[in-house]
């Protein structure tokens, strides 16, 4: 069911307590967002989180339930192999790693954006959405 409907309900992911700490030069995470570019999923929100290094001290961190048809069982999203967008191969929606927006497929929604706050080692991440998804 990947028809562009755009009034059918689709902003339905569901609302998830997310607090979630981590440090980022832990040699647990480090191999993975330890340099700009880097990426990482944990457990948390809905269907899992992507935590996105932007740049140094700057992360972002993305739902994974995917802003188009988000009930449907595979609307997950996930870093596609090229380490660049991210995308739901259910619907063929992709977005950018930059900002969450839609880059291709038939979504035209960002992913929802949860709120990162870096505090000198320490990054923590809140279900305060930033986008309202």
């Known amino acids: 069911s990947c028809k562009?409907?755009?009034?059918?309900?689709?902003?339905?992911?569901?609302?998830?307590?997310?607090?979630?700490t981590i440090?980022?030069?832990d040699?647990?995470?480090?191999?993975?967002i330890g340099i700009p570019g880097g990426w990482v999923y944990v457990t948390g929100g809905v269907k899992g989180?992507?935590?996105?290094?932007?740049?140094?001290?700057?992360?972002?961190a993305y739902e994974k339930n995917c802003s188009y048809h988000p009930a449907d069982a595979c609307a997950t999203v996930q870093v596609d192999a090229s380490g660049l967008y991210?995308?739901?191969?259910?619907?063929?929606?992709?977005f950018s790693?930059?900002?969450?927006t839609p880059i291709g497929g038939p979504a035209w929604r960002p992913l929802r954006q949860y709120r990162t706050i870096?505090?000198?080692?320490?990054?923590?991440?809140?279900?305060?959405?930033?986008?309202g998804m």
């Not at 562009?4 to 979630?20: A, E, H, L, Y």
């Not at 989180?49 to 972002?60: A, E, T, V």
């Not at 991210?86 to 992709?94: A, E, K, P, V």
């Open 27 to 32: 040699p647990q995470w480090a191999s993975s």
């Open 118 to 131: 870096m505090d000198i080692a320490l990054l923590t991440i809140t279900s305060e959405s930033l986008n």
């Open 4 to 20: 562009k409907d755009k009034n059918n309900g689709t902003n339905n992911i569901p609302n998830q307590s997310v607090n979630i």
């Open 23 to 25: 440090y980022p030069n």
């Open 49 to 60: 989180i992507i935590i996105y290094r932007k740049s140094s001290g700057n992360y972002l």
């Open 97 to 100: 790693l930059q900002d969450g």
């Open 86 to 94: 991210m995308i739901d191969f259910c619907c063929g929606s992709s």
